[in-house]
């Protein structure tokens, strides 16, 4: 059996739960339920908070655990599990940031007694260890941005994504801390179980082939056979496109490939002029 912690609410829940889901990882839970159950009878999950989820997979309550890089180092634990995927994507910066107006501009101007407040101290401290400076951390459970401007701190470590919210809050970014994306990570010692980790490895591969497929369309269409070439140099695919008869017309083939979705809207154009028709753009849920 395999225990999957998940993270139960926040940014990254939501797209975690769509990508398992493309997986085939197909998860019943009933309302709020902590533990759930999945189409593999060897796979149960565990909801819990994604600040947790680290250390429940570091002492062995999980066996494997989807968080965010930055809860990981957070909790201290980066020694004590594997780092099995990184899924690209909850991608977020831990930065520090003063007030627009305030005289601190640079870490240089960061002085001795400096009050920080944050969310994430272990890290907020062991980076101005490494810097050499003595600051006051301290330690908030939310609504960090407004620390500096009701006097309980000077400046603030916190997460941002785009820095919008920052700049809505008329704070300036002075320094980055960390970059961090969603993770899967594991056990040590459940990774040494052979049962355990051929399942964990079947799972990494069922996530692997869901993340690669967002990325991708699968592009089909008959096109004459005299332009056949040339198409190829459009959509080479990943192994070439695949070609086959059309049987109600000999002077046109059938062509399918696997395209980046991101080719797409520029593609399909050059296609219509080699004379392709009946073009579709399909969804792919998975790829191996």
Do not use: W
Not at 132 to 146: H, M, P, Q
Not at 206 to 225: G, V
Request: proline fraction near 4%; include cysteine.
């Amino acid at each position: 059996m395999i225990l999957f912690a998940l993270p139960n609410k926040g940014r990254i829940s939501e797209p975690v739960m769509k990508i398992l889901e493309k997986a085939g990882l197909k998860i019943t839970a009933q309302g709020r339920s902590l533990f759930a159950n999945t189409v593999d009878k060897d796979v149960k999950i565990m909801f819990a908070r994604a600040k947790d989820i680290p250390e429940f997979v570091a002492d062995g309550v999980a066996d494997i655990g989807i968080t965010g890089y930055d809860l990981v180092l957070e909790r201290g634990v980066e020694d004590k599990v594997d780092f099995l995927l990184d899924f690209n994507f909850g991608f977020a910066r831990l930065v520090l940031a003063a007030p627009e107006n305030s005289e601190i501009k640079s870490l240089e101007d960061i002085k001795d007694g400096v009050r920080v407040a944050t969310e994430f101290p272990n890290l907020t401290r062991k980076f101005f260890e490494k810097l050499g400076k003595r600051v006051e951390i301290i330690e908030l459970s939310g609504a960090t941005e407004i620390a500096p401007f009701i006097g309980v701190a000077d400046i603030i470590s916190d997460l941002t994504s785009t820095g919008t919210t920052l700049r809505l809050n008329k704070l300036r970014e002075i320094a980055e801390i960390v970059r961090s994306t969603t993770r899967l990570i594991g056990n040590k010692e459940s990774l040494k179980d052979e049962g355990k980790r051929k399942k964990i490895e079947q799972l990494v591969l069922a996530i692997k082939s869901a993340l690669f497929a967002e990325t991708k369309k699968l592009i089909m269409m008959n096109a004459p056979k005299d332009k056949v070439e040339e198409i190829k140099k459009l959509i080479p695919g990943m192994c070439g496109p695949t070609v086959a008869k059309v049987l109600s017309n000999d002077e046109y083939v059938a062509i399918h490939a696997v395209v980046n979705e991101d080719d797409i809207y520029n593609l399909v154009p050059k296609l219509h002029e080699l004379g392709a028709r009946d073009i579709l753009i399909v969804p792919i849920e998975r790829i191996l």
